[in-house]
């Protein structure tokens, strides 16, 4: 009546990490610890969907997008875009006029995010393929210069408010008081994360991409088109940035033109501590990251809370560059 | 015209190559020629109109810091081919390091030229401390922690307002003294000739000192490194000891400018260290030439002076034109309302991006550093050219 450990190793450790971070913010917090509980999973499920492009472009061309924190800063701006034409200002409160709007909102902002992703790919990325290391991660860097100034220019350089069309109610189940928008956030990411391991792990497109990420001569020798799936994994990533995006909105109800240069950084510290081309790791990360962040301000830390995510980064680059869950690719030289 | 050039060159040929040859000598003398030359240029038109001499004297003292963080910087990127995107926060520690050195906040007077090495030397060991763990992973982790670290170093000092008077930053920085010798004039906010001259000299000293350690074993070490580690380490360098020199050598450069550029102002904050700085030192190195010193310092001069004096001229000029508003459709093309200042970063993106795809190495290329980064696209296309043979 061996348990078998191997298997359950996992849920184990999450769990047991959930319970953790639960009693530290019942010690830090007291009657808060469920509010800040919830949050730290909400922020955690933003951070998880904009790591897991990174992750994912890691994974397959082994380059840093420093881009892709903007693509995250983008959708929330598409978000705003979209809401402020359609005249909305304050909550909804049809379910169904709530529902389509949505929908449109997330679809929208991950259609062309997912579209700017791919056009950068195709202008400042594939060019410099082959191209000495450095190159690459130059056009990286200048391209987020670019779309965070495009936004300075012609939107705004201060903060832009958005409309929360969430009404801003509690649900009830059992002895849980959960808002909407802390459940919407939390489900929707957890969806969108298990379509999209769904996916790669069972569609044949997936399969094109994880062969790509494996050997990519390889892969182009069996018949993949490397291009388009490289095209394909920009796509998939940026769009998550995207919606990443439209939820900062809907919960914060803020953006800024800077606000993806921070948060990206966060989201490749959540990449790297679940192992960079890890897709579950980088979900997993990403909540990590959330509790890090909820813990250190609720603890009363709160200035500090940035300085202790890239302190972690610099100590998991150190300590174990493989992240938790561990990978192959950060081969040490 | 092609005979005239290759006389010309022939009879210039023994000046060349005495220069060639003694490199610090020529350094010092193009040096010279620039200090003279800078703050004649703008006595005639049209750079009259813009300023004052003094103004721009004392602008040329501002660009001459970010000369120093571009030569720093490019040891790092240009030599040892390590991309470091945190470079501020190494300009922002021999900043404090001055700040706390000699300021009334710390009620201390060291003198800047003691300064200048300590915060040097407090800027390298922050690069060991910081470069030690790091310099092990590969490449682009490097760039990610140092990101990370450019954004801690602000960030500590923002926070730490018990020790750092937070976002008021520290005031009252001392000025260098010359302790009344030779009976110049001292260095002060109505005076930026010393400055001028200072910054000058550490340029000159930095420079030479680049180029020494260029020709030397370690300089040829980062070569070798840049363009193939495995074969670097496998003919016996030390991969992690020599990446090390070349980063705490760009940390202490960036420390010295800090020192400088503290002692200048006599007043710092954390803004003033931002990812913005490195990004700027970069695009600077990138723009003059990665791995070529000479054209990084112009590089980091002509960048320096588009931000700050070109921009704001286009501006005056674009509102003195009282051109009528344009109208394409949707969209209407007022040049007057439009703050060129504003795309000074969207700008620089762009650079960045272009000269990557376009010209890699950079307006005034090192030779080597040329052919390197052509060497893999034409690697490319001769197996391309191998395959259409063999067929």
């Not at chain 1, 897991?52 to 693509?71: P, S, W």
């Not at chain 2, 210039?12 to 000598?25: I, K, T, Y």
């Not at chain 2, 200072?198 to 340029?203: A, D, G, N, P, S």
Request: aromatic share 10%; hydrophobic share 55%.
């Amino acid at each position: 009546m061996a348990i078998d450990f191997g298997r359950w190793r996992g849920p184990i450790v999450v769990a047991g990490f959930l319970l953790a971070a639960y009693a530290l913010m019942v010690v830090s917090a007291g009657a808060q610890a469920q509010d800040q509980f919830i949050n730290a999973l909400t922020i955690g499920a933003v951070y998880a969907l904009i790591a897991l492009g990174y992750t994912m472009v890691y994974g397959i061309i082994e380059l840093i997008n420093f881009a892709h924190g903007e693509i995250f800063m983008c959708g929330s701006f598409v978000s705003w875009w979209l809401l402020t034409t359609l005249g909305f200002t304050g909550a909804i409160g049809d379910p169904l006029v709530l529902g389509g709007v949505l929908v449109l909102t997330f679809i929208t902002a991950m259609v062309v995010m997912g579209i700017v992703g791919v056009v950068i790919e195709r202008v400042a990325y594939r060019p410099l393929r082959n191209a000495p290391r450095l190159a690459p991660l130059i056009t990286a860097i200048g391209m987020s210069f670019i779309l965070q100034n495009i936004v300075f220019v012609t939107i705004s350089n201060s903060i832009v408010t958005i409309p929360q069309i969430l009404p801003n109610t509690a649900l009830t189940f059992g002895p849980i008081a959960i808002r909407q928008i802390n459940l919407f956030v939390i489900v929707l990411a957890l969806g969108l994360m298990v379509a999209l391991q769904v996916f790669v792990r069972r569609t044949t497109l997936g399969r094109a991409m994880r062969s790509t990420a494996m050997d990519r001569e390889a892969a182009q020798l069996m018949g993949v088109d490397i291009n388009s799936t490289i095209a394909l994994t920009f796509f998939i990533g940026s769009a998550l940035a995207g919606a990443a995006g439209v939820v900062q909105g809907l919960y914060f109800g803020v953006t800024h033109f800077q606000i993806g240069f921070q948060a990206g950084l966060k989201a490749f510290t959540a990449a790297v501590l679940g192992g960079i081309g890890n897709t579950t790791g980088a979900a997993i990360g990403g909540f990590v990251i959330g509790f890090i962040e909820v813990l250190a301000s609720s603890f009363g830390y709160g200035r500090w809370s940035e300085a202790a995510v890239f302190g972690t980064l610099i100590l998991v680059l150190i300590f174990r560059p493989t992240g938790i869950l561990g990978q192959q690719l950060a081969d040490r030289a | 015209m092609t005979t005239t050039r290759i006389g010309l060159r022939q009879r210039l040929g023994p000046a060349r190559e005495f220069l060639r040859g003694h490199q610090s000598l020529s350094i010092t003398f193009g040096m010279a020629i620039a200090a003279v030359v800078l703050p004649l240029i703008v006595l005639i038109p049209p750079f009259n109109g813009f300023g004052t001499q003094k103004d721009f004297v004392g602008g040329f003292a501002d660009a001459g810091v970010f000369v120093l963080l571009a030569i720093g910087l490019n040891v790092v990127v240009g030599l040892a081919g390590l991309l470091d995107l945190g470079y501020a926060a190494f300009f922002a520690i021999g900043a404090y390091t001055m700040a706390y050195g000699a300021s009334g906040y710390s009620g201390l007077d060291t003198p800047f030229w003691i300064m200048i090495v300590v915060g040097a030397f407090v800027a390298a060991v922050f690069g060991l401390l910081l470069g030690a763990p790091t310099l092990r992973l590969r490449g682009d982790y490097l760039a990610i922690v140092t990101l990370g670290f450019g954004e801690i170093v602000p960030l500590v000092f923002l926070n730490a307002d018990t020790y750092t008077n937070g976002t008021n930053g520290i005031t009252g920085i001392a000025q260098p003294s010359l302790y009344g010798l030779a009976g110049i004039n001292g260095f002060g906010f109505t005076n930026p000739w010393p400055y001028y001259i200072t910054v000058l000299l550490i340029i000159t000293i930095a420079t030479m000192l680049v180029y020494r350690l260029q020709d030397s074993r370690l300089g040829r070490a980062w070569v070798a490194l840049r363009e193939d580690e495995l074969a670097a380490a496998s003919m016996g360098i030390n991969t992690v000891s020599t990446k090390l020199l070349a980063f705490a050598i760009g940390a202490s450069t960036a420390g010295l400018a800090g020192v400088f550029y503290s002692a200048k102002l006599a007043s710092i904050t954390p803004q003033q260290f931002e990812f913005q700085v490195s990004f700027t030192a970069l695009a600077m190195v990138v723009l003059g030439g990665m791995g070529n010193t000479w054209g990084v310092i112009l590089g980091a001069f002509i960048v320096y002076e588009i931000q700050s004096q070109g921009l704001h001229q286009l501006d005056a000029f674009a509102k003195s034109l009282h051109a009528p508003p344009i109208s394409l459709g949707p969209i209407t093309l007022d040049l007057s309302t439009i703050n060129f200042i504003n795309y000074q970063y969207l700008l620089f993106g762009l650079a960045l991006v272009l000269m990557m795809l376009l010209r890699p190495e950079g307006l005034f290329p090192s030779r080597r550093r040329r052919e390197e980064l052509h060497e893999a696209a034409a690697e490319v296309e001769a197996t391309a050219a191998d395959a259409v043979s063999q067929t």
